[in-house]
């Protein structure tokens, strides 16, 4: 199978674009280092420094023989977008002589993925609405033009549901009203600029789904952590991107290297405020079935993408618990919260349909936060403290 990947350098892009390649498919990823470039800009902390696209692409190959092909480019450009449809991006054909260069498989990453990062002010407001919605909406142009039967799987999140006073359903909810019923998209209320992007991302490809009869699975995913996949294989050349900062760290990764170099636990509040969270090997494992499975022609099949949950207090006491265990003085530190969200509420999301179709979850034990610590730890002389808090406020 020819699987395209967009946003291919991003922390969860790299990992499936080796994951695939490994199986066998003729990958291709394409990026314009766009999270790497904010970075940058922001000057937020990486817990290691990681090779281009090109250099990665280079050692997998020299690793395992296979090839990724690497695609630098703008994709909110639809020319960009279009050139990797309609024959303008060329293929290797030695892998097979009648390929048309038309993916199967599309996976859709190419977001700006933090929530701080999209209400620090209005210019990173707007690059997240006009990066996120452009590439979106050109992929879905480009697929109704040139490859209707390619299936999408898109990442999208769970905090596009927000925390309702009922169950979260899986992207669907069946209505009564007035005697009669119907069944819609399950209503949203994301907390962040960049959640409310996702939900225009679903409406987009419910859209194209109704409208042009497209295939497209939309993952609902929690939070990830985690740094090491099979593919790796300990070779850190080839991990993916690991921020430790506020703006672009997930919190199980931020913890675990704020024990590491002593720097107290920030937990917004209480800590009350639960979410669904999953391993990153899991990511990769629901994509795969996803991808085993696509979606049926006109169909936007959406599946809650989360193994557990935890609260924030939850997270914070389990890695003061681990971090003791081995030999770390890990302090709890509550902050006011900077972000417009309820610290006490009702969060009972529905999950099953990824392990309906093959998934087996990976469980956020004791042993296994132990293990990222081990690895946080060998970098540790990389970690800057500075940069791990910058007081980013939803209503300033």
């Known amino acids: 199978m020819h699987i395209l990947i967009l946003g291919g350098d991003g922390y969860l892009g790299w990992p499936t674009a080796m994951y ?66 309609d024959g303008r991006v060329t293929y290797d054909r030695a892998v097979d002589p009648s390929f048309t260069g038309i993916p199967e498989t599309v996976i859709h990453y190419a977001e700006q993925p933090s929530a701080p990062y999209s209400l620090l002010n209005h210019k990173a407001a707007n690059l997240t609405v006009s990066n996120n919605l452009l590439v979106t909406n050109n992929l879905m142009f480009a697929l109704k033009d040139f490859a209707r039967d390619t299936h999408v799987v898109h990442i999208g999140t769970m905090g596009e549901y927000g925390t309702p006073n009922i169950d979260i359903e899986e992207g669907w909810l069946e209505v009564e009203h007035k005697g009669r019923k119907d069944t819609f998209l399950f209503p949203r209320q994301a907390s962040s600029l960049y959640h409310t992007t996702k939900i225009m991302d679903t409406d987009l490809m419910w859209f194209a789904v109704r409208t042009w009869g497209l295939r497209i699975t939309d993952l ?102 681990v971090g003791a265990k081995l030999g770390y003085d890990v302090t709890i530190e509550h902050l006011e919260n900077p972000r417009k969200e309820a610290e006490e509420h009702y969060y009972n999301p529905t999950y099953q349909g990824l392990t309906g179709i093959g998934v087996e979850p990976h469980y956020l034990t004791d042993e296994v936060m132990e293990g990222m610590f081990r690895v946080v730890d060998r970098y540790s002389d990389n970690i800057r403290k500075e940069v791990i808090f910058r007081g980013v406020k939803w209503g300033a």
């Not at 199986?23 to 902390?45: F, M, P, S």
């Not at 599946?303 to 006491?317: P, R």
């Open 20 to 85: 695939f390649s490994r199986q066998g498919h003729q990958v291709t990823v394409v990026d314009n280092y766009l999270r790497r470039n904010a970075c940058t800009e922001l000057d937020v902390g990486m817990l290691y420094t990681v090779p281009s696209l090109q250099q990665r692409a280079r050692l997998w190959h020299e690793k395992t023989g296979r090839e990724i092909k690497v695609v630098i480019g703008d994709l909110s450009d639809p020319e960009v977008m279009r050139s990797l449809f």
């Open 220 to 321: 609902m995913q929690g939070p990830v952590y985690g740094l090491e996949t099979n593919e790796t294989e300990g070779d850190e050349r080839l991990y993916p991107i690991f921020n430790y900062d506020e703006i672009f760290g997930t919190i199980v990764n931020r913890f675990i290297t704020q024990a590491v170099v002593g720097y107290p636990l920030t937990v917004y509040g209480r800590g009350g405020q639960t979410r669904g969270y999953l391993n990153i090997n899991d990511t990769l494992q629901c994509v795969d079935k996803s991808v085993e499975t696509p979606a049926k022609s006109g169909e936007l099949r959406i599946f809650n993408q989360i193994m557990e949950t935890f609260s924030v207090m939850e997270l914070a006491e389990m890695t003061r618990r």
